[in-house]
């Protein structure tokens, strides 16, 4: 209730600082945020936001002395996505082919990144720690093997290689991005020549099929 009187008392009487502050929720019992930039954390108050949580980027105005979250501004930091692949996916030949986890095992969390198919959206502005995994099964030793990972569509980074003598080639990617709200990311692979192969998992030593997308700066 003294929520309510707080708003309507800021509609009419404008008691408030000219202001908008922002601050990243460091403990909701009882309330506090950090300020950005950072600051030893203060006791504040809320006007009933859903969603609010540890890691919360909030915006709020000061009154009568007092800060008053109106609104969340950001995705929580640990935000994250991990999917991973249980069954294979075919690569046709002399065909780019992206990377899709629809149909494999999904683990995110509630603000998810996925969009069901192959793209990885970003929530947030910030850098996020971008890691692939993969492995061809059963390939032949003599086509060259081309991973392509884009942003936005278009191409950022290339890994090219050929299998090894078993026939099995694998990609490990690993990069730090400094990305922005509702750029996208995708692997894409490629072989030239032969049959249709598959992309892992192969057997429980070859390795499976990941992609994982973590913020480490928010």
Known sequence: MSDILDTLKY???KKVEEILFTGTVYSLDPLQIKF???????????LN???????????MIKYL????????IGYVI???????R???????????TYLDFSSGTTSEDPESMFDGTNKIIIPVNGVYNVNVGYRWQDSTTSTIRITEFLLNGNVIYTIA????ANGRYGVNLSLNLNLSTDDYIQIRVYHATGSAINVGPHTSSYGNTYFSVVPIKI
């Open 161 to 164: 290689g050929r299998p090894d």
């Open 78 to 84: 640990q935000s994250y996505c991990l999917l991973t």
């Open 36 to 46: 950005i930039p950072s600051d030893d954390p203060i006791k504040v108050r809320s």
């Open 65 to 72: 002395n007092k800060f008053v979250i109106i609104g969340v």
């Open 49 to 59: 936001i859903n969603g609010l949580k540890i890691g919360s980027n909030v915006l």
């Open 86 to 96: 249980s069954t294979t996916q075919s690569i046709p030949s002399a065909s780019y």
């Open 11 to 13: 509609l009419v009487n």
